[in-house]
């Protein structure tokens, strides 16, 4: 049982990171540097319970201010570059941040252990979940309820006027510059946006994990990232949740290959790119779904009085 509570854990957070590159993608950029914003939501939430005595809200929330505060500072610069080199840039934001930890120390002796991030050795015994007896099955709880909580915000977005914009801007920066959209600022709130949700994920993380270090922000997770979006689809926020579950899953199913996993993450890409290049859940897909319950609504609007 912890086994599979464990494995949906994984899921709910790094469904949380694929919606942050997914944000990102809708208005028509590619980010490869969520890991950056992931590994300072998740630093700054553990330094908030384990060094500065926060409860665990207020810890996840400086987490995703900080991240955010990061994702607007990112955001203008990267808007100078397109394509393959915005993808460049932002990985290498993402690198500048797994080097700071690498070789940042800030720790405090606490019950005759060191706590706090120890360049290297990374940062440990960030125990607020087994401090307080909370259970793996109750954390997970509050991971889906995070969860829960950005997807409602998700699907809102999809049906607003700025979720229209960002469509606007994705598919013709130019055209939709001349009906009046301000191009500028709905990438940088999409940035800022996809920031605050990767850094969630980050805190979330680190409270599951108790642990973390340089590695963890590493390429491995920029590619995974980048992939639950692109294998599960563009064309609504489910596509991201959808390719988590088939990811993680694939990743559990496939142990046996370590390293080589990494590999199969990069094969997915290639043929999704080459035969779906919007993933599962495109828009083609999406508004055929749609298409069969506008019946549906037309005939009970029908047999209303």
Do not use: C
């Not at 998700?154 to 920066?173: I, M, N, P």
């Not at 191009?183 to 996809?194: E, I, M, N, Q, S």
């Not at 979330?204 to 979006?229: G, M, N």
């Not at 370590?258 to 999406?286: C, N, Q, S, T």
């Amino acid at each position: 049982m912890e086994y599979y509570i464990s494995v949906a854990s994984v899921m709910g957070i790094h469904a949380l990171l694929g919606l942050s590159v997914y944000l990102v993608a809708i208005s028509g950029q590619m980010s490869f540097g969520q890991q950056g914003f992931f590994a300072l939501g998740a630093y700054l939430a553990g330094m908030g319970t384990a060094l500065w005595g926060l409860h665990l809200l207020p810890a996840l929330l400086l987490g995703v201010a900080v991240a955010a505060l990061f994702g607007v500072i990112v955001g203008f610069p990267a808007l100078r570059v397109r394509g393959l080199y915005l993808a460049i840039a932002t990985f290498g934001f993402g690198e500048i941040v797994r080097l700071a930890f690498l070789n940042i120390r800030y720790t405090k002796t606490i019950g005759g252990r060191v706590v706090g991030p120890n360049a290297a050795e990374g940062f440990r015994h960030i125990r607020y979940v087994f401090d307080r007896g909370i259970t793996s099955l109750q954390y997970l709880g509050i991971i889906l309820v995070g969860l829960a909580v950005v997807v409602v915000l998700f699907y809102l977005l999809d049906r607003s006027k700025f979720g229209a914009k960002l469509r606007a801007v994705e598919e013709d920066e130019t055209a939709a510059a001349m009906v009046g959209i301000n191009v500028t600022r709905v990438k940088v709130l999409a940035f800022t946006g996809a920031a605050a949700v990767a850094g969630l994920s980050g805190g979330f993380f680190v409270h599951y994990s108790s642990y973390i270090d340089h590695d963890i922000v590493a390429l491995p997770l920029a590619i995974a990232s980048v992939t639950y979006p692109i294998l599960g689809g563009l064309g609504s926020f489910a596509g991201p949740l959808l390719g988590t579950v088939i990811l993680v899953g694939l990743t559990e199913g496939l142990r046996v290959l370590h390293e080589l996993r990494e590999f199969v993450y990069g094969a997915l890409i290639i043929l999704m790119m080459i035969f779906r290049p919007r993933g599962l859940v495109d828009e083609a897909l999406v508004i055929r779904v749609r298409s069969w319950f506008r019946p549906a609504a037309a005939a009970a609007a029908t047999k209303a009085p």
